[in-house]
């Protein structure tokens, strides 16, 4: 099946520094991919959509500033987390959907833990 | 704004009994209906997906849509303790998710 891969799968960084964080899927080619911030014991909140070539789409009450997404290929989104503080630590996880598929055929990949001290 | 309203548990079943796990939405022109599970530290994974009314079998999952009083069920038979987790309702194509339903399998 599909395969989505997310890197690194746990990140620890001081206040103030900033983090990357990829998604790739490995062997299809994603012309939408999603990403996602869990908070302990809630639910999944859309943070943006990425779609190859184009500028993402953030959703509403995220910091597209300090939140910057690239999706410069296929099969590679990147969201790096810009200047982190401890409320930024959370679990960050993407989704790729292939092209011309239905909503079913998105894939997630297994998740970024990110802790900023 | 799309909602997307699930009890958020514990539900407690006996092994070997069936679970029933619920979840309305707001938007009533909401077209593709999804259910997630999350183990504990992972990221979801795909249980089912249901666009029209009626049920949808897939071994031992159930999904269930009413799209008139605008609900979405999952039934899980023959529960096993590996079915404990939080299963999540996601609704349309960007995937509004509900806060989870903690299901937990008595052994």
């Known amino acids: 099946g599909a395969v989505v891969s997310q890197h690194p799968s746990w990140v620890i960084c001081k206040s103030g520094t900033s983090v990357k964080i990829e998604c790739r899927s490995l062997d299809f080619q994603a012309t939408t991919m999603f990403w996602y911030r869990q908070f302990p014991k809630q639910s999944l909140m859309l943070m943006a959509t990425s779609n190859e070539g184009s500028k993402a789409t953030y959703e509403q009450g995220v910091e597209k500033d300090k939140f910057l997404i690239n999706h410069a290929s296929l099969t590679l989104s990147t969201l790096t987390v810009t200047s982190a503080h401890p409320e930024d630590s959370s679990f960050y996880i993407c989704s790729a959907r292939a092209p011309g598929g239905y909503t079913d055929t998105q894939y997630f990949g297994p998740g970024t833990r990110l802790t900023v001290l | ?107």
């Open chain 2, 1 to 107: 704004q799309k909602e997307v309203e699930q009890n958020s548990g514990p539900l407690s079943v006996p092994e070997g009994a069936i679970a029933s796990l619920n979840c309305t939405y707001s938007d009533r022109g909401s077209q593709s209906f999804f259910w997630y599970r999350q183990y504990s530290g992972k990221s979801p994974e795909l249980i089912m997906s249901i666009y029209s009314n009626g049920d949808k079998e897939d071994g031992r999952f159930t999904a269930q849509l009413n799209k008139a009083s605008q609900y979405v069920s999952l039934l899980i038979r023959d529960s096993q303790p590996s079915d404990s987790a939080t299963y999540l309702c996601a609704v349309d194509d960007k995937i509004i998710f509900g806060k989870g339903t903690r299901l937990h399998i008595l052994p």
